[in-house]
């Protein structure tokens, strides 16, 4: 009750995968919805358990995380290649989402 149909929370999600270098503006995701701003955060939070931001964190770090596990990229090149747009903040967020650094994750799964 109150979510997302299934459909508008998979093209949102596609959406956000898609574009998860770019900034993805609120607007732009209830746009995708056919919602506006409020009722879609309202809505996306009850269908997903977080909020649209911190969903999109989440999956620049899962992006993230592969990428420093799967490739030589540098970790300033994995931090702008997923949508970060400096490598502390990046640090900071991969640290509070994944319980590590990512130069200790990398180093974990090398």
Do not use: N
């Not at 979510?3 to 900034?23: F, S, W, Y």
């Amino acid at each position: 009750h109150g979510g997302l149909p299934p459909a508008a929370l998979r093209r949102v999600c596609q959406h956000i995968d898609e574009r998860l270098a770019d900034k993805v503006s609120p607007h732009e995701l209830a746009d995708i919805a056919g919602l506006s701003v409020s009722h879609f955060a309202r809505a996306f939070k009850e269908s997903v358990g977080v909020p649209p931001h911190r969903y999109i964190l989440w999956r620049r770090v899962e992006a993230a995380a592969t990428l420093i596990r799967d490739t030589a990229q540098s970790l300033v090149e994995v931090s702008l290649a997923v949508g970060f747009s400096d490598q502390s903040h990046f640090t900071r967020v991969f640290m509070r989402l994944v319980g590590e650094t990512p130069g200790a994750f990398r180093r974990r799964h090398r």
